[in-house]
């Protein structure tokens, strides 16, 4: 628990001067009854009369109950000690000098654990003719060591995310129907879809951007998202920044991720990531113990963040969240702008990034729908890359392997597999997917090496021990049965087919191209293949893969 310094100074630059954060102790339900607060085994009767007629509200809207059992359970799962999120409030003040008094006060009551002035956000990022196929452009999808590997695992099922995946977006505001993010619609706003204050176009090019990297459409157009396949949500501040987390929590499940890239600003002008504030922590860790992973930004200004706050001391308990820093595109060195740290866990680029929304790359007719960047940058842009890598992880997990990782277990591997960056200012690896698959066990002898288009070819790379035997099979659906062997069959066998069998030569690899007919209805298609091989004395299948159509 970090708790402010007295004596307190709320600076409006920094915080809401109006409005403060009051968290009543640990292990005592203080709760909103008739009348006001109540507790029935605490003595809360002075931080009442602190309080005054000042008008109280919960922080997290979602019913008490549901909260209250949420937490039981996941704790009971994990082990872990979870804040009870319903002893947070909201209070109205008068002001900058009223709220530092009533925050020094409180903080000098036995029943309060915390209180503070609510942070504000800040972003941590750069600034009907037919659409081009950018999706080139999006290198750092590519191999590493300059990319995430994406563009080499994809082809596995999963690894664009999962029809019943959920990815989402947390952050201020959206370019809504954009032609690119067919998920980007009212439909999929978590809480309200009144973006109030922050529906400015600083606000929403920067969240759209952001959405584009994780989630938008693909299709033979425009860019494509880490895990488009998966369900994208988004949810904005408008709600309160924790209570959008929770919000988002309570509908995700283990596998699912969340990405934002917002910061604070502390000391002036020096940013901290989301999970500096006290009631955020406590949702991330809340949201961490649902199997849910969280990437936010580790801010653009160039810090080392343990001498910003005690929160991000080698020591300090962790949120539970992933704290992303950011490199000069490609290259394997830190961005100066970047910040750093010990509990900084992994990095993607900070400059050059191609996504949807401002327009420098494509805005016919200045049309915000479709709208392109190819210079989107700072961590803004480096968290949600590594949320799709999460996201590209745990659905491929969730489909070959038949479940997603813990978050412990992800946090592990985006430590170990990925592109070492020079310097002692510790951002992280960049994640490597090619690697990270191998190491799951997700990328077992099949991929498709080349995507086609309606009257082109997909390619196909066999891998096995050479002279085994081998049948390849295909399927337009997907499918699910166990037939005891080291993974189950993954491809429909209502229309299955098989499309190759023989026996693997000495190199134990075999590239096939396959052509597609050049039939329009076939594109937006995937075809789902998957081989067994085999001897006298063992069968095994291979991972399955998604050979998508563009």
């Not at 327009?359 to 049309?367: I, T």
């Not at 191209?513 to 789902?528: I, K």
């Amino acid at each position: 628990m970090v708790r402010p310094a007295l004596p307190v100074d709320v600076n409006p630059a920094e915080a809401h001067a109006d409005l403060v954060v009051v968290k009543f102790i640990e292990g005592r339900a203080v709760r909103m009854g008739e009348t006001g607060l109540e507790c029935a085994t605490l003595d809360i009767s002075t931080a009442l009369e602190l309080l005054g007629d000042r008008k109280v509200t919960r922080m997290f809207t979602r019913p008490v109950k549901e909260i209250d059992q949420e937490r039981a359970a996941s704790m009971a799962k994990t082990g872990w000690r979870l804040a009870d999120l319903n002893n947070y409030y909201f209070v109205r003040t008068a002001g900058e000098k009223a709220s530092e008094s009533l925050i020094e006060s409180l903080l000098m009551d036995s029943s309060i654990e915390t209180s503070y002035a609510e942070p504000i956000p800040v972003m941590t990022g750069d600034i009907a003719p037919p659409t081009p196929d950018f999706e080139s452009q999006q290198t750092y999808m590519a191999t590493a060591p300059g990319g995430h590997g994406h563009w080499l695992t994809r082809s596995i099922d999963g690894a664009q995310g999962l029809p019943g995946q959920i990815v989402m977006q947390l952050e201020g505001a959206w370019i809504l129907d954009h032609e690119d993010a067919e998920e980007l619609v009212s439909a999929n706003i978590i809480g309200t879809s009144n973006f109030g204050s922050y529906n400015t176009s600083t606000w929403y090019r920067h969240g759209t951007a952001c959405f584009g990297i994780i989630n938008a459409t693909r299709n033979n157009y425009g860019v494509r998202g880490f895990a488009p396949v998966a369900q994208g949500r988004v949810s904005s501040l408008a709600n309160g920044a924790s209570n959008m987390i929770n919000m988002c929590a309570a509908v995700a499940s283990a596998g699912d991720v969340l990405t934002s890239s917002f910061a604070y600003v502390v000391s002036g002008n020096k940013h901290v990531p989301l999970d500096y504030s006290q009631s955020n922590f406590d949702a991330v860790k809340a949201a961490a113990a649902k199997g849910v992973a969280y990437t936010f930004s580790a801010g653009n200004t160039g810090t080392d963040l343990a001498t910003l706050s005690s929160r991000y001391a080698a020591s300090a308990p962790e949120s539970g969240g992933f704290i992303i820093g950011g490199t000069n595109g490609a290259n394997t060195t830190r961005a100066s702008g970047s910040n750093w740290g010990v509990k900084v866990v992994a990095n993607g680029w900070y400059s050059g990034v191609t996504t949807l929304g401002y327009g420098n790359l494509f805005y016919p007719n200045n049309e915000l729908k479709q709208s392109y960047s190819s210079s989107f940058g700072g961590t803004s842009a480096a968290a949600p890359q590594v949320a799709g890598v999460i996201a590209s992880i745990q659905g491929a997990a969730k489909r070959q392997n038949g479940a997603p990782l813990s978050v412990a277990a992800v946090r592990t591997l985006l430590q170990t597999h990925g592109t070492l960056i020079s310097g002692s200012q510790n951002i992280g690896k960049r994640p490597d997917l090619w690697k990270i698959m191998n190491a799951i066990g997700t990328l077992d002898g099949l991929l498709v090496t080349q995507e086609a288009s309606v009257g082109g070819q997909i390619t196909i790379e066999l891998t096995m021990a050479p002279g085994r035997s081998f049948i390849a099979l295909g399927s337009i659906n997907r499918g699910t049965l166990n037939v005891g062997l080291n993974r189950r069959v993954l491809i429909g066998l209502n229309g299955c087919f098989t499309f190759l069998s023989g026996t693997m030569g000495p190199t134990g690899k075999l590239t096939l191209p396959w052509p597609v007919p050049n039939d329009a209805s076939l594109r937006g298609q995937s075809l789902f293949m998957q081989f067994i091989d085999f001897n006298s004395a063992s069968q095994h299948l291979s991972n399955s893969v998604d050979g998508y159509i563009k």
